[in-house]
C-alpha cells in the first residue's frame, strides 16, 4: 500500500454513484434483503479472501474516491475488513483462507454501507492508518496522512544533508503528527518540533506522540507558522502545509469533505501557507540546513510566483510529486536578492522624483 499524494488525485473529478430514485431505492433493499438472506446462507463458505473480493466489487461499483492512504478497491476493502474481523497485522496466506461466520460478515457488510453511503475515507473508519512504516492514530480531526515526504524521512534526507549532523527538525503543519514522530524515529539523537494552528489536530498527534513514546524528543507546539519558535533553528524544516487553491477546494470529491478545510485549503490559489514559510524558514535554517515542503499539483502556481529561488523538485519511487527542497544559502541569497531589488527600486523612484 503505497502512500498516495492526495493532492494529485484531488485534482482529478471526482467519480460518483448514480442519483437514486425512491423506486430505485425500494428495489435495492429488496435486493438487499435478497442479499443479506444469501449472506446468511453463505456464512460458513465464505473466507477473508472472498469477502475482500466482495467488498471491493462493491467500492468499485458504488464509485468511491480513492486516495486516502489506499489507492485501489483491494486495499481499502481489506483495510476494512481487517479492521472488522479484528485480524492479526502479521498477515499469512492462511489468514485469507479464514472462514469467517454471519456475525463477522454483517460486521464487514456495516462497514461497506458507511464507506459507500457517507463516503468516509477508509482510515477515518478503522481509527488507523500506516505513513513511513509505522502506524498513526486518525481521525476527522487531522488530515490522513499520505505525503510522499515519507519516502525521504525513510531515506533520512539523503543526499541532501548529512544525517550525522541533524540536531533539530521542525515540522510545521504537524496534523497527525506523523512527519514529526518518523523523523524522530528516523533520527534517533535528534529533537524535533511539531507545529501547528489548530488544537484539534495537536489531540490526535499527541496521541501518537504517547503511542511512539516520542515524548522526550518530540515537542508539540501551537503556532501559526513560525509565531511561536520566535529564536529557534533547525537543520531541517520540512512541512506538508494546506496548499488547496479555492477553485479546487470546490471540485474535491466527497471524501475530503470529511478532511479539516484549515488542513486543505489555502487562499484563492494554494500559496497563502507557502508563501509565509519561504518568506521565513531561512531565518529559521543553519547554515547547510534544508527547507523541503510538499505543495501536490500547486507546483505550477509555486514556480510562477517564486521565479527568483531555485527550487530542486524531487523525485519519488513509490510515486508523488510536488515536493520541492532549498537549502538555507539558497533562501538566504534569494532574500539578500530581494531587498536589494527593494532597495533599487526605491533609488530609482527618489531619482525620478
Ligand atoms: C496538509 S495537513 C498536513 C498534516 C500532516 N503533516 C501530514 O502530512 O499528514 C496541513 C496541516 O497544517 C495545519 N495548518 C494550517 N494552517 C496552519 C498555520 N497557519 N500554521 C500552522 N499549521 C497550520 C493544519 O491544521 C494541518 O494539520
Not at 86 to 101: G, Q
Not at 183 to 190: E, G, V
Not at 226 to 240: C, H, K, Q, T
Not at 246 to 269: D, F, I, K, T, V
Amino acid at each position: 500500500m503505497r502512500e498516495v499524494s492526495h493532492r494529485a488525485k484531488a485534482s482529478k473529478p471526482g467519480r460518483r454513484a448514480a442519483p437514486r430514485t425512491a423506486a430505485a431505492r425500494r428495489s435495492s433493499s429488496r435486493a438487499g434483503a435478497r442479499s443479506a438472506g444469501s449472506t446468511q446462507r453463505r456464512a460458513a463458505a465464505t473466507s477473508v479472501r472472498k469477502l475482500i473480493e466482495r467488498a471491493a466489487k462493491q467500492l468499485d461499483r458504488a464509485g468511491v474516491f480513492f486516495g486516502h492512504g489506499t489507492d485501489n478497491p483491494w486495499d481499502d476493502a481489506a483495510a476494512l475488513v481487517w479492521y472488522a474481523l479484528a485480524l492479526p497485522d502479521k498477515v499469512t496466506p492462511r489468514t485469507y483462507e479464514r472462514k469467517v461466520n454471519a456475525a463477522g460478515q454483517a460486521k464487514v457488510a456495516a462497514l461497506i454501507e458507511r464507506r459507500i453511503r457517507e463516503r468516509i475515507p477508509a482510515v477515518y473508519l478503522t481509527g488507523q492508518t500506516w505513513f513511513a512504516g509505522m502506524p498513526f492514530n486518525v481521525d476527522p480531526r487531522v488530515l490522513i496522512p499520505r505525503s510522499p515526504i515519507a519516502e525521504l524521512i525513510e531515506q533520512r534526507f539523503v543526499p541532501w544533508i548529512d544525517p550525522a549532523r541533524v540536531k533539530d527538525i521542525l515540522d510545521i503543519g504537524t496534523g497527525s503528527g506523523c512527519i514529526a514522530i518518523a523523523c524522530a524515529a528516523a533520527f534517533p539523537k535528534a529533537k524535533v518540533d511539531g507545529s501547528d494552528i489548530s488544537p484539534e489536530a495537536l489531540e490526535v498527534a499527541a496521541t501518537n506522540v504517547r503511542r511512539h513514546e516520542a515524548g522526550r524528543r518530540v515537542r508539540l507546539v501551537k503556532s501559526n507558522h513560525f509565531s511561536e519558535l520566535r529564536g529557534r533553528s533547525y537543520d531541517i524544516i520540512v512541512s506538508n502545509p494546506p496548499y488547496v487553491g479555492a477553485q479546487e477546494m470546490r471540485q474535491l470529491p466527497p471524501e475530503y469533505r470529511h478532511e479539516p478545510s484549515l488542513a486543505l485549503a489555502a487562499g484563492p490559489s494554494g500559496l497563502d501557507s507557502v508563501r509565509v514559510i519561504l518568506g521565513e524558514a531561512g531565518r529559521h535554517l543553519r547554515p547547510g540546513g534544508v527547507l523541503v515542503v510538499e505543495v501536490g499539483n500547486t507546483e505550477t502556481a509555486v514556480r510562477r510566483a517564486f521565479p527568483e529561488l531555485p527550487f530542486t523538485w524531487l523525485d519519488f519511487e513509490r510515486g508523488g510529486g510536488g515536493v520541492f527542497l532549498l537549502t538555507a544559502e539558497q533562501l538566504n541569497a534569494a532574500s539578500r536578492g530581494n531587498a536589494a531589488r527593494r532597495a533599487h527600486r526605491v533609488t530609482r523612484y527618489r531619482n525620478v522624483r
